[in-house]
């Protein structure tokens, strides 16, 4: 009688957005045999619906204060830097920015003590004021003040297909089927199989965003659980020809940005991608309110530029998260084993490089080094949600 064919893995990825495939580079870079798992286009789920900022928190920061949430991502940026420049723990040097720079603008107002704050030591490097002669084009016309910080935004669509490429051979387009896996004990692989293709890998990593609570669900894993904060976000289409790459506090009465705009090209013109309060505070709204809604807050943010003629979209978005007692955004990315299973959600994509530390701490060191070959099509790249 024929023995299933036996494929023998050390490390099986579930979930092919930009922390599966991070993971799949860091854990292949370090001698792992791994492989990832995706059902459906890469980067289809959160990472496209991003606005693709690289970001060092200060926009947690805007009560004043410096706080866990904006500390914990502060060196981001430059451990994203260090990738882009060939040096960090993946490379990226190919890779060009959006925007070097993401700035914070607001009327003269607004500012009030924050001024003070943006000049203090305690952000020297993060944060500097900009005179009227270094506005960018975007802000011409523009009568307040405008700061640099020291963060950027990438196109997630062209990060992806960087990350994807030298490790396309273990990216497969299929469905993980958590009915024909078995856990095991710690320590034992864990076994799935895939037709008749038994594979057995020492560790299964979800990383499936909105997905993985199912995953956890139909595995038995009763710890760690997810929760879903959800966005109203606004695609505005216009004619403007100046991208703009920003944080609007105009009139802000908490500490969040009135809008966080990303410029992404649209054809031959720049299509802005509006977060933000904004995007917070209209998930109980209807498609036709926020966009209505997302006019006016332009015109007293943006009052420079004609809308009259632009056309508003909406899309909705889910941020899977782990669960928190409070219900609040996680200060961290998030990494936890749970026997030979380990769960994570990076929770902002700046955060991506920390939950590979996190991840790497929880593996033992490889052990099959031999690369496998599965009967199964490689995964392409999704379509932004502008796109369809």
Not at 93 to 107: G, H
Not at 120 to 139: C, E, H, M, W
Not at 271 to 290: I, M, N
Not at 321 to 341: L, V, W, Y
Request: proline share 6%; glycine share 10%.
């Amino acid at each position: 009688m024929s023995r299933s064919p036996l494929i023998v893995m050390d490390v099986t990825i579930v979930g092919g957005g930009i922390a599966g495939l991070w993971l799949t580079n860091l854990l292949s870079a370090r001698g792992y045999s791994v492989t990832l798992f995706e059902r459906g286009g890469v980067g289809g789920g959160q990472t496209l619906a991003s606005q693709g900022m690289i970001h060092g928190g200060l926009k947690y920061a805007l009560g004043g204060g410096l706080t866990r949430s904006s500390e914990v991502i502060a060196k981001m940026p430059e451990r994203w830097r260090a990738c882009l420049a060939g040096k960090g723990e993946i490379d990226l040097s190919s890779l060009t920015p959006l925007s070097e720079r993401y700035y914070m603008f607001a009327e003269a107002s607004t500012f009030g003590q924050l001024t003070a704050y943006f000049a203090s030591k305690s952000l020297r490097g993060r944060i500097n004021k900009l005179t009227q002669a270094d506005y960018p084009p975007v802000f011409a016309g523009f009568k307040g003040f405008v700061y640099e910080l020291n963060d950027f935004v990438l196109d997630t669509r062209t990060l992806l297909r960087k990350l994807l490429e030298p490790i396309r051979a273990r990216v497969l387009h299929h469905r993980f089927d958590p009915e024909t896996c078995v856990l095991g004990a710690t320590g034992t692989p864990v076994v799935f199989h895939i037709g008749n293709t038994r594979i057995e890998t020492d560790r299964l990593i979800l990383c499936a965003g909105a997905a993985t609570q199912s995953l956890l669900d139909e595995l038995n894993i009763p710890s760690p659980t997810m929760q879903l904060r959800p966005l109203h976000q606004v695609i505005v289409q216009h004619a403007y020809p100046h991208p703009l790459y920003a944080h609007c506090l105009t009139g802000i009465r908490r500490a969040e940005p009135r809008l966080t705009i990303t410029s992404h090209r649209d054809g031959n013109r720049w299509l802005w991608y509006l977060g933000g309060q904004l995007a917070t505070q209209g998930v109980d709204k209807s498609s036709a309110e926020l966009s209505q809604h997302a006019r006016g807050e332009l015109a007293e943010c943006v009052p420079w530029v004609d809308w009259s003629e632009a056309r508003f979209r909406t899309l909705r978005i889910d941020r899977a998260e782990p669960k928190q007692a409070s219900g609040q955004r996680p200060d961290e990315a998030f990494a936890q084993a749970s026997g030979n299973c380990i769960v994570c959600w990076p929770t902002k994509m700046s955060l991506v490089p920390d939950l590979g530390d996190r991840v790497v701490e929880l593996l033992d060191a490889p052990r099959h080094t031999a690369r496998s070959i599965f009967p199964l099509s490689g995964a392409d790249i999704a379509r932004f949600p502008w796109e369809m």
